[in-house]
């Protein structure tokens, strides 16, 4: 295990043993743009003298209110360089919000991407009395700096004080600060995680030693890098020698495959279940011959599924249906993503088994992992030969998991935080005789391999003094072609209520197919023939929920929650506090029916 004591050292010590010619890429109008080790090495030690320059001061706080690109790499190691703490905001958070974390972090220096990002800065100058300059990297917007200007401080600074940048380097140790990554605020108000340089490198040397990255490989990056799994994984990438392409979202991930042909990704479940939902509908469209040659594949296919997740080879009768099934339908599947994926990496969310038996089935390991921004953030994580269905994996060597009376996960690390920002109390709480209370409820089994049952804050307690899982309520209805997300309720009311986010496409084209009279939306979901259509659905897929816990009652959302309605976090978890006062008296009306 690698025991780099600070990321600084990791990364230098990466580019000294494999300089790469490719090492950070995006694309650029239609070509792509790569940076070499020694160009990306360069423009950190530049920067990082430039911060220093301009007043930066071991601990000072600096934001990083950018999209993913090789240069938001960059500007966090400038920042770590120069033994200041780096503040990663989503690029998507509103003004309100990214003035808040400025606010609360008491940043310095911010920098942005471009003058979108400036502006939300911008606008709330007024509230941010510590914030002393915005750098943009996209060059010159009113009432900013162009970051190009730090480099130019920087190589005098480097000219003028050849050794400032080494001394400070030389400050870092394990137990320096690094980041304050803050929550993405499901409950309430975000707080800051402080996360230093010895549980990053924990983190990072643990994932090296399990997966079997490989150096020249391709990553592609397209979750934000203000989440603490992409930039940990990053650093981890960069550690082994890959080399790394940046997108801006995942809307620039079809093309993106194809163009870069990655051999690894870290996806949260709603991409891979976009990109399934995308090839079962691709077999649906075929007809005749063609339609059931291509299901036998996939059912023939996954027959082997739980084999290859366990690592045993398959019988001799199924593994030569497997090979079939590879020549006629999967190898162009795997084409379509790339043609040279190896594995892919889930996590952010609970994936669904049927997703993830779907990928593995088509010769794809996903390995879901489980982790909290406040461990830096893996906890256990599924590997080659140690994966089971609807499993997170096993603790990471080095981590202890217990799990608590009330069913609590409870955690301890040198992946484990320091604690919160400026909130004594919360980081008293959250932190107990050195374990950490993560707030999940779980199990482990005989092997050691943990399961993730729910969020002990978000269990609904019914008027009956029953408990329920929301999350298995969810699961087993999400399950549905017609239903696109299921949000659970119930709590000090007689029975589970869910509120449906329909499959529009679905639900439209199964209407037509019946012939039903046209109608815009609204009026469809509440027809006779559509409400039966759901009422079967929701039936259909209760079969292994306690009488309890099954939904008897549903609603329609017309709208899908989103960041931008306030619905979703960042890290695309329902802020069901927010749904639950948003809906009300939706929630009310289908408790009163």
């Known amino acids: 295990m690698n025991r780099r004591h600070n990321l600084p050292g990791l990364f230098m010590a990466a580019i000294r043993r494999r300089p790469r010619q490719k090492l950070l890429g995006a694309k650029q109008g239609d070509q792509w743009r790569w940076w070499s080790s020694q160009e990306a090495l360069l423009a950190i030690r530049e920067t990082a003298a430039g911060l220093i320059a301009v007043g930066l001061k071991p601990g000072d706080r600096v934001a990083l209110l950018s999209e993913n690109r090789p240069e938001w790499l960059i500007s966090d190691m400038a920042v770590l360089f120069a033994a200041g703490v780096d503040v990663p905001v989503y690029p998507t958070l509103p003004p309100d919000q990214v003035a808040f974390l400025l606010r609360d972090s008491e940043a310095r220096f911010v920098v942005v991407s471009n003058g979108d990002q400036a502006r939300k800065v911008l606008s709330k100058r007024s509230e941010l009395p510590r914030l002393e300059q915005i750098y943009c990297l996209d060059g010159a917007v009113e009432g900013t700096v162009p970051a190009s200007e730090l480099r130019v401080r920087g190589r005098q600074r480097l000219a003028d004080y050849p050794g400032d940048l080494e001394e400070r380097l030389a400050e870092l140790g394990p137990d320096s600060l690094a980041t304050i990554i803050y929550t993405s605020g499901t409950m309430g108000t975000p707080k800051g995680a402080m996360l230093t340089h010895g549980n990053f490198c924990f983190d990072v040397s643990a994932c090296i030693d399990w997966f079997g990255f490989e150096e020249g490989n391709t990553a592609l990056s397209f979750l934000p890098l203000s989440h603490v799994l992409e930039r940990m994984v990053n650093y981890a990438y960069l550690e082994i020698g890959l080399q790394v392409a940046y997108l801006k979202g995942p809307e620039q991930l079809r093309d993106a495959l194809t163009d870069v042909r990655p051999h690894v990704f870290v996806a949260v479940p709603k991409v891979l279940e976009i990109m399934a939902a995308r090839v079962k509908d691709a077999i649906e469209k075929k007809t005749g011959v063609a339609r059931l040659v291509a299901e036998t594949a996939m059912r023939w296919a996954a027959e082997t599924a739980d084999d290859r997740i366990r690592g045993r080879r398959p019988s001799a009768l199924r593994g030569l249906r497997l090979m079939l099934a590879d020549k006629v339908v999967l ?35 996903v390995f879901e992992g489980y982790g909290m921004t406040e461990t830096s953030p893996v906890i256990a994580v599924a590997h080659e030969g140690e994966a089971r269905l609807g499993s997170v994996g096993k603790p990471l060597p080095g981590v202890d998991v ?69 999350r298995a309520v969810e699961e087993s209805l999400e399950k549905s072609p017609y239903i696109e997300r299921v949000i659970a309720v119930g709590d000090e009311r007689p029975a589970v209520g869910v509120l449906i986010v329909p499959n529009t496409d679905r639900v439209l084209a199964w209407a037509a197919e019946r012939n039903l009279p046209k109608r815009d939306l609204p009026g469809l979901l509440s027809s006779r ?65």
């Open 331 to 365: 190898a162009r599947l795997r084409e379509r993503l790339g043609g040279r994926l190896r594995f892919v990496i889930s996590g952010g969310a609970a994936l669904a088994p049927e997703i993830e038996r779907f990928y593995w089935s088509a010769g794809i390991p």
């Open 402 to 470: 217990r799990i608590a009376a009330d069913g609590e996960i409870l955690v301890r690390g040198p992946n484990v935080m320091t604690g919160y920002w400026k909130r004594p109390v919360e980081t008293e709480q959250s932190l107990v005789e050195g374990w950490l209370r993560t707030g999940d409820t779980g199990r482990l089994d005989a092997d050691g391999f943990l399961y993730v049952t729910g969020r002990k804050k978000e269990i609904l307690v019914l008027s009956t003094g029953k408990n329920v899982a929301p």
């Open 529 to 593: 023939e559509v409400r039966r259509l759901y009422e079967g659905e929701i039936h259909r897929l209760q079969d292994k929920l306690a009488a309890f816990e099954k939904a008897r009652r549903f609603e329609f959302l017309l709208d899908e929650p989103s960041e931008a309605n306030g619905l979703l976090t960042p890290t695309q978890k329902v802020r069901r506090h927010e749904v639950l006062r948003r809906y009300s008296k939706l929630v009310e009306r289908m408790y009163n029916k």
